[in-house]
């Protein structure tokens, strides 16, 4: 069975500063992963998705995230964050199909500090 | 891409009752899936809608508590019967498009008392 694993359920970082949300997957079978952003009273939007491709995964609003299978791990980056930024973000593991059947972490929200 | 919309985008209910909640795809689509999304939790996935012929359930839930229809390759309705205050949740309905993305709704939020 998959699962996901997003260490921190809340995260908070100053304007300009590095982000880091933290995604660890457990998976039988080789990974799709997803990163979803979600703001308030909003529905999920996708950031980006790994497909075996390349291992560092380049997104939308200057997100990127490395899929590194020896740390089973997926986590998120954006170099300078900005207020826009503030949401909650979930990281998902998909099924042999890609992305069906998706499999959700808990969620990290977001906080950008002035 | 897929523009997903849902009706209601919320609403209270009383417990006892039942909600009937829409989702309207921009294009035809295969499979659709229903989610929900208990408060402060991350998303569950309830079934997945196929066109055609009954839909699959996940492990903890069941066709008479969430019935679905899928009439054609752009529509599904998800009820949630008998609501209870447990059943307070944002129900998201979502497609894939291709291999790789799947796209989701604006949600309902809905809150039973």
């Known amino acids: 069975a998959q699962s996901v694993t997003q260490l921190g359920s809340h995260v908070s970082v100053s304007e300009g500063a590095l982000v880091l949300l933290r995604c660890n997957y457990s998976?039988?079978?080789?990974?799709?992963l997803f990163w979803y952003v979600q703001y308030p009273n909003q529905g999920l939007q996708l950031l980006l998705k790994?497909?075996?491709?390349?291992?560092l995964v380049k997104g939308i609003n200057g997100f990127e995230a490395e899929f590194k299978k020896s740390e089973t791990s997926f986590h998120l980056t954006k170099p300078s964050a900005h207020m826009s930024d503030a949401a909650e973000y979930f990281c998902?593991?998909?099924?042999?199909?890609?992305?069906?059947?998706?499999?959700f972490g808990q969620g990290t929200r977001l906080t950008i500090n002035p | 891409s897929a523009v997903i919309s849902q009706k209601p985008s919320r609403d209270i209910c009383q417990r006892g009752t039942s909600l009937t909640i829409q989702c309207q795809v921009d294009?035809?689509?295969?499979?659709m899936f229903w989610y929900r999304q208990q408060p402060g939790q991350s998303l569950t996935l309830i079934a997945t809608?196929?066109?055609?012929?009954?839909?699959?359930?996940e492990s903890g839930f069941v066709i008479d508590k969430f019935p679905i229809s899928r009439p054609n390759l752009t529509f599904s309705t998800l009820t949630v019967s008998n609501m209870s205050p447990e059943d307070s949740s944002i129900y998201l309905c979502?497609?894939?498009?291709?291999?790789?993305?799947?796209?989701f709704g604006p949600g309902t939020r809905l809150t039973v008392t």
């Open positions: 979502s497609v894939v498009v291709g291999r790789y993305e799947q796209y």
């Open positions: 998976s039988s079978v080789p990974p799709y």
């Open positions: 790994y497909t075996s491709a390349a291992t």
């Open positions: 998902a593991v998909g099924s042999l199909q890609g992305a069906q059947k998706l499999v």
């Open positions: 294009s035809q689509v295969t499979m």
């Open positions: 809608a196929n066109q055609g012929s009954e839909a699959t359930y």
